[in-house]
């Protein structure tokens, strides 16, 4: 049984004062969500992962984290590594997001070198991929989600690969607010399913957890879910509100 995963994912939204306030609200309405019906996270920016830490550790949110940097220290001024954020209490990272692959040219390999290092400092892995507006109507939809992930889970051992969770997001269902229709999201997320079977085997593939992001909303949320292969949900805009993120994490009501 794959628990699903919610998790909002805040880019870079909300200071310091307004990530406190945010989530010690989200602690009290979310404080009766059964923890077998769905996990949830919150990836704040780097600057709020302390504080928010301090509001809702011990409490059934979990602190994800929006990148790292793939060393454990040294001279690489202005990146965070896996170890910072270890001791911030830090359990998922978001990694190879598509706003990182486009504004700061992330590569497949360096993606990979992230869940690697992400993996071994004992981290979970969010791992994104995703096809663009003109690779879907060019009909490449598949062939580059294969590139994604193979390129993307290259070398990860069988033993490792059940901590991390795949993020399907359409480049073109991102902040636009035209989600991908519970049908084609499904048909994508079955190719990953197939797609980690073929490198790994039946069972790790029926384990791990696949999740879809891009433009979810309480009006879409239950829809989405309601597909076999879809595992949660990476948001964006809609978990920057308390209305809408507690109507999306409650989807199973
Ligand atoms: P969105 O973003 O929900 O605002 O479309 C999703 C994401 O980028 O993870």
Redesign the pocket.
């Known amino acids: 049984m794959r628990v699903p995963l919610i998790a909002g ?1 805040w ?1 870079m939204y909300k200071d310091v004062n307004e990530s406190v306030e945010f989530v010690t609200t989200l602690k009290n309405i979310f404080k009766d969500v059964p923890e077998d019906k769905v996990e949830i996270a919150v990836c704040p920016p780097f600057t709020n992962l302390k504080v928010v830490n301090d509001v809702i550790k011990g409490t059934n949110i979990k602190l994800g984290a929006q990148n790292l940097y793939p060393k454990q220290e040294g001279a690489f001024t202005g990146e965070i590594s896996p170890l910072m954020l270890r001791a911030l209490g830090v359990h998922y990272v ?1 990694i190879g ?3 990182r692959r486009q504004y700061f040219n992330e590569t497949n390999e360096f993606i990979n070198e992230k869940v690697k290092v992400a993996l071994n400092y004992g981290l979970f892995p969010i791992l ?1 991929v995703g096809e663009k507006l003109k690779e879907r109507e060019e009909g490449k939809t598949f062939d580059v989600v294969k590139d994604h992930i193979t390129g993307g889970l290259k070398d990860i051992p069988k033993d490792k690969i059940i901590y991390i969770t795949i ?1 399907y ?1 359409p480049v073109w ?4 607010g035209k ?1 991908a229709t519970p049908e084609q999201a499904e048909e994508v997320h079955k190719y990953i399913r197939s797609l980690i079977k073929d490198m790994y085997d039946e069972n790790i593939a029926q384990k791990v957890r696949i999740q879809y ?4 909303k309480p009006e879409n949320v239950k829809s989405l879910m309601s597909m076999e292969n879809i595992d949660g949900a ?6 920057l509100k308390v209305d809408s993120f507690e109507k999306i994490v409650k989807f199973y009501e």
Not at 173 to 176: E, H, R, V
Not at 234 to 239: D, E, R, T
């Open positions: 994912n880019k978001i997001h598509s706003e994104c993020a997001e269902a991102i902040g636009t989600n992001g891009g433009s979810v990476l948001v964006g805009g809609a978990s």
